[in-house]
């Protein structure tokens, strides 16, 4: 940043843009910006301006790589949460599967069935 590095110039952001455009088939970001001095002695009463060209995967994939990374470790997550919510519902409901199979044996006047589980 140019305005933290060098006292007495900043960038004027009412005159900066910055625009895609296409060249070659490849999208470029451009961004244009002028440099204002707070004394006419820094730029000796020329109006600098920065442009700046560069390819928007450049820009872009820092953002696309973070997004990526942040589905991965969400479907990961919600797998595991799955799995673990799963495990805990089986073993809390394994006993009333037994209770229910020994209803049901009872229902049907299974005496000797009864007697050697309990």
Known sequence: DLASKEPG????DK???TRKVKLNGE???????????????VTAGIDWQIITLMPVEDVTSAIVKGRDVAIIVAVVTIVVASSICGL?????LRP??????????AAELNDDSLGATM
């Open 9 to 12: 110039i900043f960038v004027n």
């Open 15 to 17: 005159q900066s843009f």
């Open 27 to 41: 999208q470029w970001m451009v961004s244009k910006a002028p440099i204002v001095a707070e004394t006419q002695a």
């Open 88 to 92: 805990v519902l089986y073993f809390l």
């Open 96 to 105: 009333l599967n037994t209770l229910s199979a020994l209803m049901l044996q």
